[in-house]
T-cell receptor, first 109, second 116 residues
Framework: GQNIDQPTEMTATEGAIVQINCTYQTSGFNGLFWYQQHAGEAPTFLSYNVLDGLEEKGRFSSFLSRSKGYSYLLLKELQMKDSASYLCAVMDSNYQLIWGAGTKLIIKP | DAMVIQNPRYQVTQFGKPVTLSCSQTLNHNVMYWYQQKSSQAPKLLFHYYDKDFNNEADTPDNFQSRRPNTSFCFLDIRSPGLGDAAMYLC???????????????FGPGTRLTVL
């Protein structure tokens, strides 16, 4: 079967750095997405990786290793507004999007 | 601003009473999706349209139907809502399907459905 694994919950301190990991086992790979979802709201697109390496976008960076079936989302200079769930989603060989259950990130002052 | 709009944001219905949720988009995207999301769970794809071609997920109950009368609008009909259908319903669009980055999905704000 196809599977996406993310930690259920993480806690970090305002101003710090946090890394949210995602591992996947899917039938084929056509890219990996990260979305942010605040409580009670819709997911918003953060990043897309299809090649190995690090993609940086301001305070957020996303890394991919296809050989390891692994990605992480790195958030720097954490702000209280970064408290949200972060969802990892992988596009399989049929371009079907397989979603993880998300990592709830709690930011403390 | 180009966007995905869902109405209503909150919907309360009674057990067994049909309900329709609506979604519209100004992005002119080819693909529209309907997801069901329950608390702390991954979004579950119900169906999607590529233009007018309807694609139903194998495990989507017959109780759920969809219509896409034109590029901009898509509707989700729940014929006989049960208590287990209470959830957030998310509409999303993507420019394309089967291209990778062109499949990036953009979501509306969602409709939270309560079934009494």
């Amino acid at each position: 079967g196809q599977n996406i694994d993310q930690p259920t919950e993480m806690t970090a301190t305002e101003g710090a750095i946090v890394q949210i990991n995602c591992t996947y086992q899917t039938s084929g790979f056509n890219g990996l997405f990260w979305y942010q979802q605040h409580a009670g709201e819709a997911p918003t697109f953060l990043s897309y990786n299809v090649l190995d390496g690090l993609e940086e976008k301001g305070r957020f960076s996303s890394f991919l290793s296809r050989s390891k079936g692994y990605s992480y989302l790195l958030l720097k200079e954490l702000q209280m507004k970064d408290s949200a769930s972060y969802l990892c989603a992988v596009m399989d060989s049929n371009y079907q999007l397989i979603w993880g259950a998300g990592t709830k990130l709690i930011i403390k002052p | 601003d180009a966007m995905v709009i869902q109405n209503p944001r909150y919907q309360v219905t009674q057990f067994g009473k049909p309900v329709t949720l609506s979604c519209s988009q100004t992005l002119n995207h080819n693909v529209m999706y309907w997801y069901q999301q329950k608390s702390s769970q991954a979004p579950k794809l119900l169906f999607h349209y590529y233009d007018k071609d309807f694609n139903n997920e194998a495990d989507t109950p017959d109780n759920f139907q969809s219509r896409r009368p034109n590029t901009s609008f898509c509707f989700l009909d729940i014929r006989s809502p049960g208590l287990g259908d209470a959830a957030m319903y998310l509409c999303a669009t993507s420019r394309d399907a089967g291209t990778g980055v062109g499949d990036t999905q953009y979501f509306g704000p969602g409709t939270r459905l309560t079934v009494l």
